[in-house]
C-alpha cells in the first residue's frame, strides 16, 4: 500500500510539535520560575555584581563551547548507535583532558587571564572554571544524545530544574546574606550540576548496555576520524561564535564598568528568554529532524515551515520590547535596572533576527558546510570586536550597541539566507506567503501600542495593556495558524 504523501507529511508535522511541546513545557516552567525569582534577584544584587558574575559565565561558556571539540554535534548523525554510542564517550574523554589542562592554566596564568577578562576582581573564582565547564561541556553531550534517542521529556525537566534549583540558590544566598558575586556563580554552577546529574542518571538507566557496547578504542578513533570536519573547522566556528557572543561583557567591561556589564547581562537575559523559551525547545528537536530530513530529501519542506514558524511568533514580542523596554524593566525590576532596559530597546531587532536564524542554522551542520559556517562566525567576531571599540572609544555605550544591532541583523541576516534559500532550497515567496497575514496583523498592533505610548502617562498601564495585546497575538496566531499549533505544539 502506498503511503499518502499529505498524511506523512501532516503526521511529521504533529510529531515535530509534540517533541516541541515536550520542551517547551518544560521550558515555561524553567522561565516562569526565573520570572518569578529574578524580579527579587535583582533588588538585592547590584549590577556590578552581575557584572562580575557575567564575566566569569562568559569565560566558562567559551571554554565550553569547544569543550567536545564539537564531537557532540556528531552524536546524531550515525544511523548505528554503538558509533553514536563511541563518539558520546569520545566526548567525555576529550571534556576531561580539556578541564585538566584549564586546571592548568587557570593555576598558572590567572593574573593575565584577569586583564585580558578586564575585571581582577574574578580572578579569586578562577578555581571554579573548570568545573563549572566540566558540568556544561558534559550537559552538552548528555543533550545531544537525548535528543538522538527522542527524549525530549527529560531534557524539559532538567531544564526546569536548572532554572528552579539555579535561581533559587541565588535567591538563597542572597537573602541569607551572601551578596557577593560569588553567591550568583555558585548558584549558576550548582544548578547546571542538576540538570546535568538527571541526564546523566537517564542515560546510566536506559543506555548503560548500549554504552558499554560501544566502548571500543577502535570504533572511537574510527568515528573520530569519520566526524574529524567537527574539530577541523566546527570547532573555529564554535569558538568564534562564543567568542562573539560574550565579547560584549569583557569589552564593556574593559571599557566602561561592571555596571555597564551587568545592566547588560540583565538585558541580554530577558531577551534571549524567547530563544531559551521556544527557540532551544526548536533548535534540537529541528537538528534531529533535519539530519533525517537530509536523507529523505525532505530538507526544503521542513526549513520553510520552521523559518515561518519562527517569524509569526517572533516580530510582535520583540517589536513590543523595543518599544517599552525600559519602562518595562523599572516595573519588574526596580529603578536600578531601568538602563539595562533601554539597552534591550537598541539591541532588539537585533534579538529577533537571532531567534529566527539561530535554530536554522543547523542547517550548515547537516548538509556538512563547517568551512562556510567557520568564515561566519568569524565575520562576526571580527565586526563586534570593531563596533564595541569604536563605542568604547568614543565613550558611549549606546554607540557601541547600535553599531552592534546593526551589524548583528546584517550578519544574521546573510547567514540565514544561506542556510534557507541557497542550501535548502526554499522559495522567499513560500514563506511570505505563510507569514505575511500574521505579518499584518502585527503592523496595525504596533500602531496602536505607539499611539497609546503617546497618551498614555502610566507605565504600568501602557506595558499592562501591551501585554494583554501580545497575549492575543499568540492566542490568534495559535487559533488561526495550522502551522504554528502543528509546529510547536498544542
Same mark, same amino acid.
Given at each position: ?307 515561518? %514558524? /519562527?517569524?509569526?511568533?517572533? =516580530? !510582535?514580542?520583540?517589536? &513590543? ?6 519602562? @518595562?524593566? #523599572? +516595573? ?110 502585527? %503592523? /496595525?498592533?504596533?500602531?496602536? =501600542? !505607539?499611539?497609546?505610548? &503617546? ?6 498601564? @501602557?506595558? #499592562? +495593556? ?25
Amino acid at each position: 500500500m502506498i503511503e499518502d504523501p499529505k498524511t506523512s507529511d501532516d503526521d511529521s508535522k504533529k510529531s515535530f510539535g509534540r517533541d516541541v511541546g515536550k520542551l517547551v513545557s518544560g521550558t515555561i516552567i524553567a522561565q516562569i520560575a526565573a520570572a518569578c525569582f529574578y524580579p527579587v534577584i535583582t533588588r538585592i544584587f547590584n549590577p556590578d555584581l552581575l557584572g562580575v558574575a557575567s564575566v566569569f559565565i562568559a569565560t566558562v561558556s567559551i571554554i565550553t563551547a569547544i569543550s567536545c571539540l564539537r564531537y557532540e554535534l556528531a552524536i546524531i548523525l550515525p544511523k548505528n548507535d554503538n558509533d553514536a554510542g563511541a563518539i558520546l564517550l569520545a566526548c567525555v574523554v576529550i571534556l576531561t583532558c580539556v578541564c585538566l589542562v584549564s586546571t592548568l592554566i587557570f593555576f598558572l596564568f590567572e593574573d593575565i587571564i584577569a586583564d585580558l577578562v578586564g575585571n581582577p576582581n574574578v580572578k579569586i573564582y578562577f578555581f571554579l572554571v573548570p568545573l563549572a565547564v566540566f558540568i556544561d561541556g558534559f550537559y552538552l553531550a548528555l543533550r545531544y544524545w537525548n535528543t538522538r534517542r527522542r527524549r525530549f521529556g527529560t531534557q524539559a525537566a532538567t531544564q526546569t530544574l536548572q532554572s528552579v534549583s539555579g535561581s533559587g540558590l541565588k535567591l538563597g544566598f542572597g537573602v541569607a546574606g551572601f551578596v557577593t558575586s560569588g553567591a550568583l556563580i555558585l548558584g549558576q554552577i550548582i544548578g547546571n550540576f542538576f540538570g546535568m546529574f538527571i541526564l546523566f542518571l537517564q542515560v546510566i538507566k536506559y543506555d548503560f548496555t548500549l554504552i558499554r557496547s560501544s566502548f571500543s578504542w577502535k570504533n572511537i578513533r574510527a568515528q573520530m576520524v569519520r566526524y574529524k570536519k567537527f574539530p577541523i573547522y566546527n570547532i573555529w566556528s564554535a569558538l568564534f561564535n562564543s567568542l562573539s557572543g560574550n565579547i560584549p561583557v569583557f569589552l564593556l567591561t574593559m571599557f566602561f564598568s561592571s555596571t555597564v556589564t551587568g545592566l547588560y547581562a540583565l538585558g541580554m537575559y530577558v531577551v534571549q528568554v524567547p530563544m531559551n523559551f521556544i527557540g532551544s525547545s526548536i533548535s534540537q528537536v529541528f537538528l534531529q529532524r533535519s539530519a533525517i530530513a537530509k536523507r529523505d530529501n525532505a530538507l526544503s519542506d521542513l526549513a520553510r515551515d520552521t523559518c515561518s %514558524v /519562527l517569524v509569526i511568533i517572533s =516580530v !510582535l514580542p520583540f517589536v &513590543l520590547l523595543c518599544i517599552l523596554g525600559g519602562d @518595562l524593566f #523599572t +516595573i519588574v525590576f526596580g529603578e536600578q535596572w531601568r538602563e539595562a532596559g533601554v539597552y534591550v530597546q537598541i539591541i532588539g531587532l537585533w534579538a529577533m533576527m537571532r531567534f529566527i536564524v539561530s535554530p536554522l542554522t543547523y542547517i550548515a551542520i547537516v548538509v556538512e558546510k563547517q568551512e562556510i559556517n567557520l568564515v561566519y562566525n568569524i565575520i562576526l567576531f571580527v565586526t563586534r570586536v570593531v563596533v564595541l571599540v569604536l563605542g568604547g572609544v568614543y565613550g558611549s555605550v549606546y554607540l557601541a550597541l547600535v553599531l552592534f544591532m546593526i551589524s548583528g541583523v546584517a550578519i544574521y541576516g546573510g547567514i540565514g539566507y544561506l542556510c534557507v534559500i541557497v542550501w535548502a532550497k526554499v522559495s522567499l515567496k513560500e514563506i511570505w506567503n505563510q507569514v505575511k497575514n500574521p505579518l499584518i496583523i502585527t %503592523v /496595525l498592533l504596533t500602531l496602536v =501600542v !505607539l499611539m497609546m505610548s &503617546l497618551v498614555i502617562e502610566s507605565s504600568l498601564i @501602557l506595558c #499592562t +495593556i501591551s501585554t494583554l495585546i501580545g497575549g492575543g497575538y499568540i492566542f490568534y496566531i495559535f487559533k488561526s495558524q495550522p502551522l504554528v499549533r502543528a509546529y510547536i505544539g498544542r
